[in-house]
């Protein structure tokens, strides 16, 4: 590890300490240009004495913009403490997680993996039109039916064709003939370049997919294509529970990465993490953002400071060792519940490495689904499937409960 490490306690409230010393601070300094101010103490109280030990919670009240990307080029010189907090994180994430070498790529602190993942897709249309003279009916998304919403977003956004291709429904995995097929049908139809967007666990099922099943059929047929990772749900799981994964920045036909801090990382919601090569995020630069110091390469603009400061005490609360204990406690749970369900022989989908297991419905009373707050593949039509995620408040006595429940209702 070059970056992550486990920090005292002491020495991170210092550190958040000294990186909001180096903001503006409102109350202490005449700033009469800036359409930006601490939180309203009318509302909200600045000098309780908690405060003083929840150093996000101080962040947040102090209100820091960590607008812009701050792994290029300027930023706002109003606040350079909570922006080099965001890339102390940024470096750990690419970095000691995802293998990228140092100072090779860009990224920020995102509100979300939605948004992270239209900023790919967005970034890659852009690299197409500018660098190779495509127009957008020549430029089509390629990402599995399992893929998360914001990928069909996207494509209505940015007026981008989605190729949806179908998966298994036993494995979850794409059939590379069907998806060939599919394929030579856009490339006839005129498509010629391709954003991919590979699954490191879908919201549903949890399953990754193998970049290799799309990148050597195109590559076979030489298309022009760019590779997206959406790791929104499984990027702080799957790189420790596999650590011979692959699907990082040591696999050079990788271009970006999609990272949500708000699920398994538990941070507040709105905090996803966008990480590229490189070379593409220029590609959206809004020129016309010219008061903002540095380059606006972001879809949201402004975006709180607070979020990287979360993300940052996590991170270094816990050190490398300490995360990975945690996700083995977690693979452990889910390998007890998978274990009770073999036993009652019930079909379940898990991926090996992840934390979500999906159940035939047929098996499960929608009362029993209700009364656990199972999460159904749909709200509308035939639900096909019932989602458990082994989140950290999920102990085994729970999965106990879940099971001997299930029992009493199978054998009723």
């Known amino acids: 590890m070059k970056y ?46 908690f405060l003083k030990e929840a150093p996000i919670l101080q962040t947040y009240v ?5 607008i812009g990307c701050h792994t290029v080029g300027a930023s706002e010189k ?10 102390e994180v940024l470096n750990v994430i690419a970095v000691d997680i995802f293998k990228a070498e140092p100072n090779t790529f860009d ?22 039109i500018h660098e190779c003279q495509a127009t957008l009916n020549e430029i089509a998304i ?30 979850r995995a794409i059939d590379k003939e069907v998806f060939e097929g599919i394929l030579m049908a856009a490339k006839q139809g005129g498509k010629k370049y391709f954003i991919v967007v590979a699954n490191m666990g879908t919201t549903m099922f949890g399953s990754v997919d193998n970049p290799d099943s799309y990148t050597t059929v195109l590559e076979q047929h030489k298309l022009a294509y760019k590779l997206h990772i959406d790791g929104a749900y499984g990027g702080f799981v799957y790189p420790f529970s596999n650590e011979k994964s692959v699907i990082n920045f040591s696999n050079p036909k990788v271009s970006s990465i999609t990272i949500d801090a708000h699920k398994m990382l538990q941070a507040p919601y709105g905090t996803g993490v966008f990480i590229c090569r490189k070379g593409y995020i220029e590609q959206v630069l809004t020129k016309e953002a010219a008061y903002v110091e540095g380059m606006d390469l972001t879809l949201c603009g402004s975006r709180s400071g607070a979020n990287a400061v979360a993300v940052w005490m996590i991170l270094f609360t816990y050190g490398p060792n300490g995360w990975f204990e945690k996700v083995s406690v977690l693979q452990m749970r889910t390998q007890y519940l998978c274990k009770q369900l073999d036993e009652l022989k019930i079909d379940y989908f898990r991926e090996p490495f992840m934390n979500i297991v999906t159940i035939r419905a047929e098996v ?31 102990q085994v006595e729970h999965l106990t409960t879940f099971i001997e429940d299930l029992k009493t209702a199978i054998y009723v």
């Open 4 to 49: 992550w490490k486990k920090i005292p306690k002491g020495e991170r409230n210092d550190r958040i300490q000294k990186a909001l010393s180096d903001n503006i601070n409102f109350t202490t300094t005449v700033s009469l240009g800036y359409p930006a101010s601490k939180l309203d103490s009318r509302v909200f109280n600045d000098d309780a004495p």
């Open 62 to 66: 102090a209100n820091p913009n960590n």
């Open 78 to 87: 109003a606040f350079p403490g909570t922006h080099e907090i965001e890339r």
């Open 107 to 128: 990224g920020y602190i995102s509100p979300g993996g939605t948004e992270a993942n239209i900023q790919a897709i967005w970034m890659f249309r852009n690299y197409f």
């Open 142 to 171: 390629i990402a599995s039916e399992d893929t998360h919403y914001s990928i069909p977003k996207a494509s209505n956004l940015l007026q981008l064709d989605w190729l949806k291709i179908p998966v298994n429904f036993t494995t």
């Open 364 to 394: 499960i009373p929608e009362a029993l689904a209700n009364a656990y707050h199972l999460v159904p593949q749909t709200h509308t039509g035939a639900n096909k499937w019932y989602k458990i995620v082994v989140m950290d408040h999920v």
